[in-house]
């Protein structure tokens, strides 16, 4: 697959962590995303994608590309074998300023890009990004696009001073002492974090806590359970085992066998690293 990525010129930076273009046959059909503290926005070129965004929720086909909150759960992505793209990795707070509803009503609930910015825009920014000079081209298009859409948002300092503590301490923080330095209350900082995040400061904290255990596996070597769900501040090997399963949908020794099973079937992909096989 061909995969092209950079930084966005400010302040977009403050928002969107990169921007990237994504063309060719995919390593599989089916990949698993285990929840990460970001946010994601595709603009589809190429067939419909299917995308599952929860596990009460049925697989749905994506024409015109995909919303996708700060996630609670494991959702899958459906490759088309023709796949062709352009996306953004949002920061968790990122989407706010680009949505005309709370995120926290798409929370594991994607939705197509038309739901959020219209049918009329969403075609015109395709027929463009189809009709710009290579991917560099599209990136510099799309970022035009974003800077054009973006607004302001209440409350949107507090949510990212918080989110960066939040992501500075790994998760590691007291929550109930993240209002009183922010100098509001615990309830108006939760609502605020739902509004522009999606979930909750403790939600996203449990995210990224979880978030570093899973990057801190090295599939390539053996794995002490033990060392890692001590590091990662769990009491012990069964509750990090039981909050693993409830982040990722597999036990740690099957998602080490996953992992494994995507760097020797593909080595050097440009996935490898987060998604994992579904099929």
């Given at each position: 697959m061909e995969y092209v990525s950079r930084v966005p010129r400010p302040p977009l930076d403050g928002l969107i962590d990169d921007l990237y273009y994504l063309e060719g046959?995919?390593?599989?059909?089916?990949?698993?995303?285990p929840p990460a503290p970001a946010a994601l926005l595709i603009v589809n070129l190429g067939p419909p994608f299917r995308v599952r965004g929860g596990a009460d929720l049925e697989a749905a086909s994506y024409d015109d590309g995909c919303v996708v909150t700060v996630p609670t759960l494991a959702w899958e992505f459906g490759y088309p074998p023709g796949t062709r793209s352009v996306g953004a990795h949002v920061k968790p707070w990122g989407l706010a300023p680009f949505l005309?509803?709370?995120?926290a009503e798409l929370r594991d609930r994607p939705v197509t890009v038309e739901q959020v910015w219209g049918r009329?825009?969403?075609?015109?920014?395709?027929?463009?990004?189809?009709?710009?000079?290579?991917?560099?081209?599209?990136?510099?298009?799309?970022?035009?696009?974003?800077?054009?859409?973006?607004?302001?948002?209440?409350?949107?300092?507090?949510?990212?001073?918080t989110s960066g503590v939040i992501a500075a301490t790994?998760?590691?923080?007291?929550i109930g002492d993240l209002g009183a330095a922010a100098g509001v209350s615990g309830t108006h900082l939760a609502r605020r974090f739902k509004e522009l995040v999606g979930v909750t400061p403790k939600r996203l904290a449990r995210t990224h806590r979880l978030t570093g255990a899973v990057l801190g596996i090295?599939?390539?070597?053996?794995?002490?359970?033990?060392?890692?769900?001590?590091g990662a501040g769990y009491f012990d090997q069964a509750h990090f085992g039981h909050e693993f399963r409830a982040f990722t949908g597999l036990t740690p020794t099957r998602y080490l066998e996953v992992r494994r099973r995507f760097r020797l079937e593909h080595p050097g992909h440009v996935l490898d690293g987060w998604p994992l096989p579904a099929d």
């Amino acid at each position: 697959m061909e995969y092209v990525s950079r930084v966005p010129r400010p302040p977009l930076d403050g928002l969107i962590d990169d921007l990237y273009y994504l063309e060719g046959p995919p390593p599989y059909a089916r990949l698993r995303l285990p929840p990460a503290p970001a946010a994601l926005l595709i603009v589809n070129l190429g067939p419909p994608f299917r995308v599952r965004g929860g596990a009460d929720l049925e697989a749905a086909s994506y024409d015109d590309g995909c919303v996708v909150t700060v996630p609670t759960l494991a959702w899958e992505f459906g490759y088309p074998p023709g796949t062709r793209s352009v996306g953004a990795h949002v920061k968790p707070w990122g989407l706010a300023p680009f949505l005309p509803m709370p995120a926290a009503e798409l929370r594991d609930r994607p939705v197509t890009v038309e739901q959020v910015w219209g049918r009329p825009a969403v075609a015109d920014l395709r027929d463009r990004l189809a009709a710009a000079a290579g991917p560099h081209g599209m990136l510099t298009l799309f970022e035009d696009e974003l800077v054009r859409r973006l607004g302001e948002t209440a409350g949107l300092g507090l949510v990212r001073h918080t989110s960066g503590v939040i992501a500075a301490t790994s998760g590691a923080v007291a929550i109930g002492d993240l209002g009183a330095a922010a100098g509001v209350s615990g309830t108006h900082l939760a609502r605020r974090f739902k509004e522009l995040v999606g979930v909750t400061p403790k939600r996203l904290a449990r995210t990224h806590r979880l978030t570093g255990a899973v990057l801190g596996i090295d599939p390539a070597g053996p794995v002490d359970w033990s060392d890692l769900a001590h590091g990662a501040g769990y009491f012990d090997q069964a509750h990090f085992g039981h909050e693993f399963r409830a982040f990722t949908g597999l036990t740690p020794t099957r998602y080490l066998e996953v992992r494994r099973r995507f760097r020797l079937e593909h080595p050097g992909h440009v996935l490898d690293g987060w998604p994992l096989p579904a099929d």
